[in-house]
């Protein structure tokens, strides 16, 4: 069923039309009259008319973003718009991403949050961490580690037992040698070449350091369809690398059959860094830098999208004004790593500004309200 007023014939829109009445026939099963149903994102939006004839307040939430307006977004706006118009209620992450043509309408703005007790984020104990890492080649075994195992959502306790994929490694890192990471999809936008690239190129301030890449399986993601390509590329990439700069640069797709598992890799991955980077070409919000912060890490990340809102360069960590600069890059990346002192207080500063404003309770009062607004109007 397509919108009144929608103008897209082609035929990705009748696609986009005929999965979204599919899903909706699954859906009107579980949803009554009064029910207040969030959407999340543009593969949800051609929901939006179906749930309200069942008589279900809709809100629609929008995860992605961006502070430009060019003939991209414009194109993207016409296309979402008549599926969206009769929404009762509209959350973007930043005021910067509503469009202008839902002025007078009722829009919050909230922004994502992160859950501490989840697998990903809850305390890890520094010799599981290590002994994580090394279970899947990304340190040399020390003396210090622990088991590889972890206590589950359920309480049962789990153990590390799937081995990354496509894994591009020449050496483990030593136990004692600074690791820079960068957790992230395998996505242009999020720059991985790029801080490969700058790693290559650095001067003698990383000489110390190791480099870990660190991605989804590329086979696990259905949703992102250049992740391979993206992948192969890094991976051609550090192919070709020196040896002495490949010895020191690894790269790892983590297995995502059990996102419980994958959560906590990707924990221990975190905890264990010097610094964690996300020199992210353009970013909507960008969770992954709230991860690292909580867990006091320093972070250099690009400023742009939700990151600024998320951290003021120098006190929550580094703000790269332009993530395309490599040098600028590797130089602002060497200073934590030889300062200790500055490394400790970024990371304290960080984990005091996710305290405050990015934990999941803050985001439940909020969205709570807004239910309350939408069930009464």
Same mark, same amino acid.
């Given at each position: 069923m397509?919108?009144?007023g929608h103008h897209?014939?082609?035929?990705g829109?009748?696609?986009y039309?005929? &999965?979204? @009445?599919a899903?909706?026939?699954t ?6 009259? /009064?029910d207040v149903?969030t959407?999340?994102?543009?593969q949800?939006a051609?929901?939006v008319?179906h749930l ?5 307040? &809709?809100?629609w939430?929008?995860h992605? /973003?961006?502070?430009a ?9 016409a296309f ?5 118009e009769?929404?009762?209620?509209y959350?973007?992450?930043?005021a910067q991403?509503?469009p202008g043509?839902l002025a007078?309408?009722p ?8 859950d501490p007790l989840s697998?990903?984020n809850?305390?890890?104990a ?9 279970r899947?080649?990304l340190?040399?075994?020390?003396d210090?580690?622990?088991p590889a ?5 359920d309480?049962?306790?789990g ?7 496509? &894994? ?7 136990a004692?040698a600074?690791l820079i ?8 936008l999020?720059?991985m070449a ?7 190129d650095?001067g003698g ?5 190791h480099?870990?890449?660190?991605g989804?399986d ?6 992102d369809? @250049?992740s391979g390509r993206v992948f192969? @590329?890094?991976a051609?990439?550090w ?6 700069v490949?010895i020191?640069a690894h790269l ?6 059990d996102a419980?598992e ?17 020199k992210?070409?353009a ?10 912060m909580?867990k006091g890490r320093p972070v250099i990340a690009?400023?742009g999208? +939700?990151i600024?809102?998320q ?10 004004d332009?993530p395309?600069? +490599? ?7 060497s200073?934590p790593v030889?300062?200790r002192?500055l490394?400790n207080a970024l990371g304290?500063?960080?984990r005091?500004?996710?305290? @405050?404003g990015?934990l999941d309770d803050r985001q439940?009062l909020q969205?709570t309200?807004l239910y309350r607004? &939408?069930?009464?109007a």
């Open positions: 397509t919108p009144p897209s014939t082609g035929a829109a009748r696609h039309a005929a &999965v979204c @009445e899903n909706a026939r859906l009107l099963s579980a949803v009554r009259p /009064g149903v959407l999340h994102d543009p949800a051609g929901l008319t309200q004839r069942a008589g279900a307040r &809709v809100i939430r929008c992605v /973003g961006t502070d307006r060019n003939g991209y977004t414009e194109r993207a706006w979402l718009r008549p599926w969206l009769t929404a009762d209620a959350v973007f992450s930043r991403y509503v043509w007078g309408r829009v919050a703005v909230i922004r994502p949050s992160i697998a990903r809850r305390p890890l520094p010799s599981t961490a290590s002994a994580i890492l090394s899947i080649g340190r040399a075994p020390a210090r580690d622990g195992i972890y206590r589950r959502g309480g049962s306790m153990r590390i037992q799937r081995d990354p994929t496509c &894994v591009c490694s020449a050496s483990l890192p030593p004692d600074p990471v960068q957790v992230s999809r395998w996505d242009p999020k720059d790029g801080v490969l690239t700058s790693f290559a650095a301030g990383l000489d110390s350091t480099l870990a890449l660190v989804p590329v086979h696990g993601v259905v949703d369809p @250049e192969a @590329e890094c051609a990439l192919h070709r690398l020196a040896d002495r490949r020191r790892a797709c983590l297995p995502m059959a419980e994958n959560a906590m890799i990707v924990n221990a991955v975190q905890r264990s860094a010097a610094v964690v980077s996300q992210s070409l970013e909507g919000f960008g969770l992954t830098v709230t991860e690292a909580w690009s400023a999208g +939700g600024r809102d951290m003021e360069h120098g006190l929550h960590g580094i703000l790269l332009d395309r600069d +490599g040098a600028s890059f590797a130089a602002q990346t200073s030889a300062d002192y490394a304290a500063g960080a005091r500004r996710v305290r @405050e990015f439940l969205q309200s607004d &939408v069930a009464r």
